[in-house]
């Protein structure tokens, strides 16, 4: 299937002189990284008489380390989550580690592991700048191994100047990816951050490993915010037959996000991600109750997907088995949204969009009109990713 995504134009005048006079603007996005992983083979090591709180608690090590760590379950058969393993020291092998490493099918190299670093940065240098004329805010990843693949790409030089910082929690998904968030240490400052299990199990009953829904909250530009980045369960084994696995993950998110905004309702929430379905899914239409129509926020309904909209255009930021989807979604809270445009005194929305530069899009062959991804089978293509980023540009009068 070919040209079978239709691309946001980016607007000629920028944020700033539309409105005709000083705005203050932030750009929230997020990416998925493709496979971000360095070139050594490596595994989980829970070590559980740390503080779960503490990065040491769940961390990512080479695997010729493991013969120096002290283990007390060698061949654990138990439930893999946090609180099970509590007091107990395993050790859990990364499902694609082995995958890429220089050694295997992949060849997966140090220049490659560069080349892919400076890839991402790259997109994220730009994610939002013909709006706000700097790199966003907030961003989450998606699909990456460990922190240290994420402390490397803060490094880029592309976006070191804007002196992102890191928050990663190692997850127990299946394959030994994660997700995370960086911001820019100057205009957002976090309070607290948590991952939250999805739990999700098989057509035979036996429990599957996902990614954690991740959230973080604190302050953007002194306005009190909270953002929820998710990776859903996948299609795999068609759609019907998988989505209790994303109703799952619909019922943890909104419990989540509830939860923050009963706090406190003035709370600004961003919910992020690959959700592995479309807007118009059960899993966020039923589950997470997240409208597409702004005419539809009410006291039982507050979350609005900004992504709806570019639904019913025809944009998609993925093709899965050859069909366009829009699996990459912003949903935010009914607060953020302003009905007349007005500037106010705190953020509204202004405008989401999926990203896709020239840049991004397969020119030509069987994938004509896709994203420009990094891999072809065992072959690096130079590419971003098999997802377009999206992202959300916020305005306030200063």
Request: hydrophobic share 35%; proline share 5%.
């Amino acid at each position: 299937m070919k040209n079978i995504f239709t691309i946001v134009a980016i607007l000629s005048i920028s944020l700033v002189a539309a409105q005709k006079r000083q705005v203050r603007a932030a750009t929230i996005g997020f990416l998925n990284v493709e496979n971000l992983w360095d070139t050594i083979r490596s595994a989980d090591y829970i070590d559980g008489t740390k503080d779960r709180s503490n990065p040491a608690f769940h961390r990512s090590v080479p695997l010729d380390s493991i013969k120096y760590l002290e283990v007390t379950d060698k061949d654990y058969k138990g439930p893999w989550n946090d609180e099970s393993l509590i007091g107990k020291k395993v050790v859990r092998i990364q499902g694609s580690s082995e995958e890429f490493t220089p050694k295997s099918g992949k060849n997966y190299t140090y220049d490659v592991y560069k080349q892919k670093l400076a890839n991402e940065a790259k997109v994220i240098s730009e994610m939002g700048k013909s709006y706000t004329g700097t790199a966003p805010v907030v961003v989450g990843l998606l699909e990456v191994e460990n922190r240290q693949v994420v402390e490397d790409l803060v490094k880029e030089p592309a976006i070191a100047k804007y002196d992102y910082g890191v928050v990663h929690y190692n997850s127990y998904d299946y394959r030994g990816i994660d997700i995370a968030f960086i911001y820019q240490k100057r205009r957002f400052t976090p309070s607290k951050s948590w991952t939250k299990e999805i739990k999700i199990f098989g057509s035979e009953g036996k429990r599957e490993y996902t990614r954690d829904v991740l959230v973080l909250t604190g302050f953007l530009d002194n306005e009190k915010v909270a953002f929820f980045l998710n990776h859903w369960p996948s299609r795999r084994g068609g759609e019907a037959i998988s989505l209790s696995k994303r109703n799952a993950a619909a019922k943890v998110l909104r419990q989540q996000m509830d939860s923050v905004r009963a706090l406190d309702p003035s709370t600004k929430l961003f919910a992020m991600g690959d959700f592995n379905d479309d807007p118009v899914s059960p899993s966020l239409k039923n589950g997470l109750k997240a409208v597409g129509n702004p005419k539809d926020l009410s006291e039982e309904n507050h979350y609005l997907n900004l992504m709806y909209p570019l639904y019913k255009k025809g944009i998609a930021s993925l093709a899965y088995q050859d069909a366009p989807n829009l699996f990459d979604q912003i949903i935010v809270s009914s607060n953020l949204h302003s009905p007349n445009k007005e500037l106010r005194k705190d953020y509204t929305v202004f405008k989401a969009e999926i990203f896709a530069p020239d840049y991004l899009i397969t020119k030509e062959g069987n994938y004509k009109g896709y994203p420009f991804r990094s891999w072809s089978g065992d072959k690096f293509t130079g590419g971003y990713s098999d997802h377009f980023p999206a992202f959300v540009v916020l305005q306030k009068e200063p």
